[in-house]
């Protein structure tokens, strides 16, 4: 499978927040959001078979690994690799974009479903497939990232749709406006938790490797 980078830091997003974790990022996505963050993994990488990657993160004293990208699901490897992890006692978080049906992941109990629903200012959100929502589970996480009023408005009609099972993060595109997120939260009164990407709080909007 083509591996972007592997790397060992601080999750800064979702239930994970604050914890150590190892990286394990694929190449290529069939996504293109205006306000992506990881465009240097569209297609750079390098060739590793499932039994490299996990030899390289197994490098970290760290026994969670979030398989992010990229769209991690987009690789066939990607599921081999999970299955290979949690068999290892890995405790996964997987990391995917919405735009690609989750069903062969809902009957791992081991894994963390992180999904992610785009809103309009991405561009992408016609591509979403929103069955996936309702098969998420109590354990698992959805994201939706949030630039403006449009997409707060838009985010909230999905949840009271949809109904998630699991928590729910309402997310601000990296440089807008936090605190007004906040606000609209609050005066609205919705059981969801404000993400914030706390890694580039501490670190900036750059690569941590």
Same mark, same amino acid.
């Given at each position: 499978?083509?591996?972007?980078?592997?790397?060992?830091?601080?999750?800064?997003?979702?239930?994970?927040?604050?914890?150590?974790?190892?990286?394990?990022?694929?190449?290529?996505?069939?996504?293109?959001?205006?306000?992506?963050?990881?465009?240097?993994?569209?297609?750079?990488?390098?060739?590793?078979?499932?039994?490299?990657?996990?030899?390289?993160?197994? +490098?970290?004293?760290?026994?969670?690994?979030?398989?992010?990208?990229?769209?991690?699901?987009?690789?066939?490897?990607?599921?081999?690799?999970?299955?290979?992890?949690?068999?290892?006692?890995?405790?996964?978080?997987?990391?995917?974009?919405?735009?690609?049906?989750?069903?062969?992941?809902?009957?791992?109990?081991?894994?963390?479903?992180?999904?992610?629903?785009?809103?309009?200012?991405? +561009?992408?959100?016609?591509?979403?497939?929103?069955?996936?929502?309702?098969?998420?589970?109590?354990?698992?996480?959805? +994201?939706?990232?949030?630039?403006?009023?449009?997409?707060?408005?838009?985010?909230?009609?999905?949840?009271? +749709?949809?109904?998630?099972?699991?928590?729910?993060?309402?997310?601000?595109?990296?440089?807008?406006?936090?605190?007004?997120?906040?606000?609209?939260?609050?005066?609205?009164?919705?059981?969801?938790?404000?993400?914030?990407?706390?890694?580039?709080?501490?670190?900036?909007?750059?690569?941590?490797?």
């Amino acid at each position: 499978m083509k591996i972007n980078e592997i790397f060992y830091s601080i999750q800064g997003e979702g239930k994970w927040t604050g914890l150590p974790n190892v990286f394990i990022r694929t190449t290529g996505c069939n996504l293109r959001c205006l306000y992506c963050d990881t465009k240097y993994a569209y297609e750079k990488g390098i060739e590793k078979t499932i039994e490299e990657t996990i030899s390289e993160a197994g +490098k970290y004293n760290c026994k969670k690994i979030c398989v992010t990208g990229g769209e991690p699901l987009i690789q066939k490897e990607t599921l081999k690799l999970i299955d290979k992890l949690i068999k290892k006692n890995y405790k996964i978080s997987l990391e995917t974009n919405g735009s690609i049906d989750i069903t062969p992941l809902t009957n791992k109990a081991k894994l963390i479903i992180s999904l992610d629903i785009k809103c309009p200012s991405s +561009k992408m959100h016609e591509k979403m497939i929103f069955e996936n929502i309702k098969k998420l589970k109590q354990k698992d996480q959805l +994201k939706l990232i949030i630039k403006n009023k449009n997409d707060y408005e838009y985010a909230k009609e999905i949840i009271n +749709k949809y109904k998630p099972a699991c928590t729910t993060f309402f997310q601000p595109v990296w440089g807008t406006n936090s605190k007004l997120l906040a606000d609209w939260i609050i005066k609205d009164g919705l059981n969801v938790k404000l993400g914030l990407q706390i890694h580039k709080i501490i670190w900036g909007n750059k690569r941590r490797i």
